[in-house]
């Protein structure tokens, strides 16, 4: 590993670890350099927190040697942050203060953070704790920064806020994070920790995925000679091992020494299987909304929202902490009634929901109960039934696990556990609150392949950006520079948005996006000579048409309403909105028609092929 003269900050060296007899670490290591960005990566449950937490000093590993450069600063974010015993989160945020530094720097933190310091810990929600530990970890500039998922319970302004504030930071970093789009842009470096032992690569996040397939495929080649050179021995030990010469015997030892290779190589781990057991098809409009509005405490959470979706769209809603997402969920499924407005939903919808804390999951309860709903040994898989335990092992749960109280399950676990549970159950609609939390970045992939090949229709809340650029072909957010509780709907997913994103008022014409920066876990990029249209692009082409021609009724319609000579006289609220609405409409049906346009060349572009 070529490096400067200069000594590692931190390094790990041969570090291994045992719980309940299985290897978690064996000879892993970790070298940090100064002002190095290093994100640590791999599946669920291989070990990347225990290893974190070595690191940090809080656990001492079977073996191996930890080293920190005398006079450096670490500190370290976990997962859950604790604050019993703290009477309010500024006090809990300076007890990460060393003798020395400024306290007022906790303040500008906790503000920027969005919290005032006053917050009773006993009182915050998951995020505010979240926020008030960052708080904690920064201030005091460390030279180092462990930080174990920084962005869970964090809505976007808050994960784009830490983005610009550990760029601008001194210190060397180590991110876990399941966020693509926020490893991609801070790191350098990646640690992959699998099946026990690290590798590493010398290049940041945006580069792993091309090179993780590399290794495995390595692997497997190398497997597959071993298991080859097995057979050609074994065949040999049929035939020629009765003359007992001692070159025989030596080729007998051979043989044994590989199957023992053949036995201690490492197995790559488990995969998810992923499919959603599918109901009878729905109508072809799922839901229309005209006016729709709510309001709590006298303060309006969605005011005048009009939406139709029709079967197969995917929906995806994206805002701040508070600004009403669930609620907005709750009122397009009927499930909150609105203080004003209709809605109309299709038929024969068959709808299943994913709540963003897990609640419907009971922590009292076994895994392999939660799965049967306590009914025997099977689980209704659409109209199939299948035994628990294989069903189980389709989400990379162990036989043994089956007794497992829900209480014991990690982040990821209880995740996997509830996409079982809800896929379990046909529908032809699905309604996602925040599914990617705690899912590794495999299962995301997974979860994105689920939702490609889905032929119903999907909600779904998520500030994971990478997530929603991959499926959804509109997205909602709040606009409060058109007043409290107003929504706006944007053509593609949250780099469309930004990018047709204009005037705080009217969304700006559709535009061609750029060719981004490959993530983790998407398709390899197709050659200029086939390029052929995505399934976003596929079901925005055939949807599209329907698009131009309600939003050129809605346009006729308001400019017939603005041709009344007394309307301004008469209401000039109404009036006014008459005017933003129109430039609104006007904006999305020019979106709507180069957006249109745009995919048709393309389609005949890949077809002339």
């Known amino acids: 590993m070529a490096r400067s003269a200069a000594p590692p900050l931190l390094s790990l060296q041969d570090i291994s670890l045992t719980f309940g007899g299985a290897a978690l670490l064996e000879g892993a290591e970790l070298f940090l350099f100064e002002g190095e960005r290093l994100c640590l990566v791999g599946r669920n449950g291989s070990g990347k927190s225990t290893l974190l937490k070595i690191a940090a000093g809080m656990i001492e590993p079977d073996r191996g040697t930890r080293r920190l450069k005398p006079g450096t600063t670490l500190r370290y974010l976990e997962q859950e942050p604790d604050l019993t015993g703290y009477t309010t989160t500024r006090a809990y945020a300076e007890a990460g203060l060393a003798p020395g530094d400024d306290p007022h720097r906790v303040s500008l933190l ?52 830490l983005e610009r504030s550990l760029a601008a ?56 000679k071993l298991d080859r050179k097995i057979a050609a021995e074994e065949d040999w030990l049929r035939y020629g091992v009765t003359a007992r010469r001692r070159r025989n015997q030596r080729r007998l ?14 197995s790559a781990g488990g995969q998810v299987v992923m ?25 309006r959470v969605v005011a005048d929202l009009d939406l139709v979706l029709q079967r197969g769209d995917r929906l995806g809603i994206a805002g701040p902490n508070g600004s ?34 897990r609640e419907s999951l009971d922590p009292g309860r076994s895994l392999a109960d939660t799965l049967t709903d306590g009914r025997g040994d099977r689980v209704a898989v659409g109209d199939q039934q299948r035994h628990v335990i294989s069903y189980m092992k ?77 499926i959804v072909t509109s997205l909602l957010v709040p606009a409060p520079e058109l007043g409290e509780g107003r929504w706006l709907e944007y053509v593609g997913g949250y780099s469309d948005m930004l990018a047709q994103r204009g005037t ?16 983790v876990c998407a398709p390899p990029p197709r050659s200029a000579g086939k390029a052929k249209l995505t399934f976003k692009e596929k079901h925005a082409l055939a949807t599209l048409h329907e698009r131009i021609e309600t939003l050129e009724k809605q346009v006729s319609r308001l400019r017939e309403r603005m041709t009344d000579p007394d309307l301004y006289a008469r209401d000039p609220a109404a009036f006014q909105k008459s005017v933003a609405d129109l430039a609104r409409a006007e904006a999305a049906l020019s979106a ?18």
Do not use: C
């Open 110 to 161: 906790l503000q920027a953070l969005g919290l005032t310091g006053d917050e009773d810990p006993a009182l915050v929600s998951g995020g505010e704790a979240r926020r008030a530990a960052l708080a904690r970890a920064l201030a005091p500039d460390p030279d180092i920064l462990l930080l174990d998922e920084p962005t869970n319970h964090l809505d976007l302004p808050a994960i784009e806020w």
């Open 592 to 609: 709507s028609e180069e957006e249109w346009l745009r995919l048709e060349l393309r389609r005949e572009e890949a077809e002339s092929q």
């Open 253 to 266: 030892g051979a043989l044994h020494a590989l199957r023992q290779q053949r036995r201690e190589a490492r």
């Open 394 to 470: 389709d989400f990379l749960f162990q036989p043994e696990q089956a007794g497992t109280p829900i209480s014991r399950l990690s982040g990821g676990e209880r995740g996997r556990l509830a996409l079982a549970v809800a896929l379990a159950r046909p529908s032809n609609m699905l309604v996602l609150d925040e599914p990617t939390n705690d899912l590794d970045l495999e299962t995301l992939d997974l979860l994105e392949d689920l939702f490609a090949g889905y032929r119903g229709t999907v909600i779904l809340v998520s500030h994971d950006r990478a997530f929603l650029d991959s």
């Open 504 to 519: 705080p008022s009217v969304p700006k014409p559709a535009k061609p996006k750029a060719k981004p920066q490959r993530d």
């Open 275 to 299: 499919a959603a057991a599918m109901a009878a098809t729905s109508g072809k409009r799922i839901l229309e909304a005209k006016g729709l509005s709510k309001a709590f405490d006298g303060r």
């Open 169 to 224: 930071s001194r210190a060397a970093l180590v991110l876990i994070s399941h966020d693509r789009r926020f490893l991609t842009k801070l790191t350098q470096r990646t640690l992959w920790l699998d099946r026990g032992a690290t590798r590493r690569l010398e290049k940041g996040f945006g580069a792993f995925e091309t090179w993780r397939d590399e290794q495995l495929e390595l692997e497997a080649e190398a497997q597959h």
């Open 324 to 357: 009403g997402k669930t609620t907005l969920i709750k009122l397009l499924t009927g499930m909150l009634e609105a203080d004003a407005g209709g809605l109309t939903l299709g038929k024969r919808l068959e709808l299943v929901s994913l709540d963003q804390r």
